[in-house]
């Protein structure tokens, strides 16, 4: 079943986001009293009295000509022709203005069933400018407060009167995004693929700060991409806007199944690329590198650009390698086949009997340092989990396992077995019970 989708739309600072934290009741917008803070369309699913539903926030429309402006126009123009319902959202406190007027004639354009929102309902002067917003000329105005509650449940109910209910359905498609330094090429990499404008891709680094949902659909198999801001290093001058962005990228580590680092071949192998992927690794994710902007890059071969990798990320060294052009689209075919053999790998399963006969052979091939007279012993061995895969070691004393060994248990399992992408991770127990 197709879900309805429904546009937050309005000038600048109205309280879009606001609301679309309140409706899908978590803090997803960024809010900042910044005008154009919320750049780009934000997608989330959302449900109201069982109704499941896509939310998308836009970036204000303002009639004044600012950098983003236009681009901002056209964002939101696009998420008002996908929506089935638009909830024109103006500021009850200021009164009508020019720029809403502008986006009503958006809205006219757009032929659909639009709701007029009036915020702010909690302030007195709201109350004496309530009326002049019927000359937007709609048929539905409802006046709400984001922040008190107030009229939400009328909204909700207006907005949701025709939606069908649905049972929860677990998301089984697989969920990759797009993370790494501010303008690397992310936004970039996420059109190529898609091959759609369906973010502002711009100059100037830190454009994206929100993380945004699409559909991908690759060999009739759909699949989910996240695309985050541009992880910023903390500093002394760290912008709360860029706190939240961080805050954001990581939680949409925590949604994916695979991370794809991009990484600026122009500008080459940054400190912070490293902390960036590190944050995937910690979390368990499967991981790419992608080597962005590859045409801009001379006198450097593939083979050497490898060699390089692999010395910086020595930490990451199961982690393909992919070098295209996002902007060019020049070896982007290369990508998606990447992607596909690491979510397999994310969820092998390997049989019992298979993984004891490969750590048997390996421990009798290199036999762990004895410490005080006392050596390891290796049991018995089981993979207990997947999405990162996961295998437990019954061992003589979990104390005796030095890292060094642990590193060359875990390199006998990927000889043996195909995990390129993914981290795996090795647990060791005591045979007796004391864990």
């Not at 390199?411 to 390129?420: G, L, M, P």
Request: hydrophobic letters at 40%; one cysteine or more; aromatic letters at 8%.
């Amino acid at each position: 079943m197709k879900l309805p989708t429904v546009a937050l739309v309005g000038r600048p600072n109205v309280g879009k986001s606001t609301l679309f934290n309140k409706i899908v009741g978590k803090q997803v917008s960024i809010i900042e009293d910044t005008p154009g803070v919320t750049r780009d369309r934000i997608y989330q699913e959302a449900s109201y009295n069982n109704k499941r539903f896509y939310l998308v926030d836009t970036g204000g429309i303002d009639a004044a000509k600012m950098d983003f402006n236009a681009e901002i126009k056209m964002q939101a123009e696009v998420a008002i022709e996908e929506a089935d319902i638009v909830v024109f959202i103006v500021d009850g406190k200021e009164g009508l203005t020019t720029n809403d007027l502008l986006v009503r004639d958006i809205l006219r354009k757009s032929d659909k069933r639009v709701i007029v929102a009036i915020n702010k309902m909690d302030v007195k002067d709201a109350q004496n400018n309530l009326y002049d917003f019927y000359e937007l000329g709609f048929d539905t105005y409802i006046p709400i407060s984001s922040i008190h509650n107030i009229g939400f449940i009328d909204l909700m109910d207006t907005i949701t009167m025709n939606f069908n209910e649905s049972e929860e359905i677990e998301d089984t498609r697989i969920k990759f995004s797009i993370i790494g330094r501010p303008n690397v090429g992310k936004s970039s990499l996420m059109n190529a693929l898609l091959n759609e404008e369906r973010v502002v891709v711009s100059d100037v680094a830190g454009t994206t700060r929100d993380s945004i949902d699409s559909v991908l659909k690759y060999h009739n198999e759909e699949y989910v991409m996240i695309d985050t801001a541009g992880m910023r290093k903390k500093g002394k001058v760290f912008e709360s806007v860029e706190k939240y962005s961080l805050l954001r990228s990581l939680k949409a580590i925590d949604r994916s199944d695979i991370c794809l680092v991009v990484i600026n071949a122009e500008e080459g192998i940054k400190e912070h690329d490293k902390h960036i992927a590190g944050y995937a690794i910690e979390k368990g994710k499967g991981l790419i590198f992608v080597v962005n902007k590859w045409d801009l890059v001379e006198n450097t071969t593939i083979n050497d650009f490898t060699k390089l990798m692999r010395a910086e990320f020595q930490f990451a060294t199961y982690a393909p390698i992919v070098f295209l052009s996002a902007l060019t689209k020049k070896r982007i075919h290369t990508l998606m086949p990447e992607i596909l053999k690491v979510a397999e790998n994310i969820k092998k399963e390997v049989k019992t009997s298979i993984i004891n006969e490969v750590i048997q052979d390996a421990y009798q091939l290199n036999l762990p340092p004895s410490y005080k007279g006392k050596r390891l012993k290796i049991y018995f061995t089981s993979q207990t989990g997947i999405n990162p895969p996961k295998f437990t070691f019954r061992v003589n004393n979990k104390g005796l396992v030095h890292f060094s060994y642990e590193r060359y248990l875990e390199n006998k399992i990927r000889e043996n077995f195909d995990f390129t992408g993914t981290p795996i991770v090795l647990q060791f127990k005591n045979r007796s019970g004391d864990e």
